[in-house]
């Protein structure tokens, strides 16, 4: 069907529902017997010129060649007041289909509903237009969705390093397309990275602190400098030396067991973006591990997730990282294997 015909049925459907509307005060849509219909307008085949406006509307025809492509009826209001089309190309055999009234959903939500919005930050309760969703909740959902789209694709500033006064390394991904694909390669540092490393770092630290963009740059850019800095304090207050802290471009939880390898570290916190969600893109983890070594089992991980302004307070989850790393040390296991040893 050609746009100009559309936009026209469109238009006097709309005139139609909106006459129909003020004329009813009911709105059943139980579809009428073809003898209780009234035929209003009919739209033929037959347009060659748009600006033939008379080529559009017939208010009826009995002629087998003429027979419509849409009918748009009005039923009788005798027992149901209702409205209703009826459009096929195929002449002998028309689809009714109900129209009810486009109403907007009213914003009320239950009671029940309106007490889980307090607790969640998820679509719920949203509403809808038709069978759509409202325009303000696609806007949002497509903001969002961008956002985890730039968190993922994103890259941490080399202000942002400078002011960390870390040094950068790469794993052996080459870009990050690869870096979705192929996650093994970003648990595996580049050669260069190990040679950077074993000149840089010091060697048997206690705690060695990693960073990653992983998969969320906006994690880090928002939430890295308060948490290390409250990290360096709680561990200082501890009395729990630091070793050299550096970047891992496009890194993986399970590389800190290659770096635990290389550096013989004790234990190892590190502070990585997030798989971005559709409420935020800028969750950062803190993931802990006691002796990393190339084979740890993921059950020797630790993980503290949601560290951002609307999760865990990122000042808050650094001081708390220190009290974890110090439980760790004096269990000599993190993971399954506290929770063993603590009982
Ligand atoms: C993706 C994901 C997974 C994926 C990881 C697969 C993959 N390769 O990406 C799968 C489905 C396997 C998974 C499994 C589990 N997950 Co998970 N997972 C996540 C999620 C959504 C994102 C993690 C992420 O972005 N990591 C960063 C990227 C860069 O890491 P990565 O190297 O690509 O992948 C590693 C990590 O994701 C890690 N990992 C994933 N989940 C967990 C959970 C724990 C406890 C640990 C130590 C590590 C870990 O394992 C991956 C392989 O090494 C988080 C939610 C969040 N907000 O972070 C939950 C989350 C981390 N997972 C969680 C849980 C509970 C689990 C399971 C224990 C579930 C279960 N009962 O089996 C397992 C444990 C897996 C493990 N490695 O030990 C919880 C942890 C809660 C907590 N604070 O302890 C989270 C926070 C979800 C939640 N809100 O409940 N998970």
């Avoid at 005798?78 to 195929?90: I, L, R, T």
């Amino acid at each position: 069907m050609n746009e100009q015909l559309v936009s026209m049925i469109t238009q006097l459907v709309m005139e139609k529902m909106g006459n129909n509307a003020s004329e009813k005060s009911s709105h059943d849509t139980a579809v009428p017997t073809e003898n209780q219909k009234e035929t209003l307008i009919k739209f033929h085949n037959t347009v060659t010129n748009a600006n033939d406006a008379d080529l559009v509307v017939s208010p009826s025809t009995t002629e087998q060649s003429n027979e419509p492509l849409i009918k748009l009826y009005h039923a009788e209001p005798s027992n149901h007041e209702q409205s209703y089309y009826s459009a096929s190309n195929d002449e002998s055999t028309y689809t009714s289909v109900p129209i009810t009234e486009f109403k907007f959903e009213e914003d009320e939500v239950s009671e029940s509903v309106q007490a889980a919005k307090k607790h969640t930050p998820a679509r719920i309760g949203v509403g809808r237009a038709g069978t759509r969703p409202k325009t303000k909740t696609w806007l949002k959902f497509r903001l969002d969705h961008a956002a985890a789209v730039d968190a993922v694709y994103g890259e941490v500033t080399e202000g942002l390093l400078q002011k960390l006064d870390v040094f950068q390394v790469t794993t052996r991904v080459t870009d990050k397309e690869e870096y979705i694909t192929r996650p093994d390669l970003g648990r595996r540092l580049s050669d260069e990275a190990k040679a950077l490393i074993q000149s840089k770092c010091k060697k048997n630290p206690k705690v060695q602190v990693i960073i990653s963009n992983g998969l969320s740059a906006s994690a880090i850019e928002e939430n890295v400098q308060d948490v290390y800095l409250a990290l360096q304090q709680s561990l200082s207050n501890l009395n729990i030396e630091i070793g050299t802290t550096f970047y891992i471009d496009k890194g993986r939880v399970a590389l800190m067991d290659e770096i635990g390898e290389l550096l013989q570290a004790e234990v190892i916190v590190y502070l990585i973006g997030e798989r971005p969600g559709l409420v935020s893109a800028e969750s950062m983890s803190a993931y802990i591990c006691y002796q990393p070594r190339i084979g740890t089992v993921e059950a020797d991980r630790m993980v503290i997730s949601n560290i951002h302004k609307g999760g865990i307070p990122p000042l808050e989850a650094g001081a708390y990282l220190g009290t974890v790393v110090q439980k760790i040390l004096h269990y000599k296991a993190s993971g399954v294997g506290l929770v063993a040893k603590e009982g």
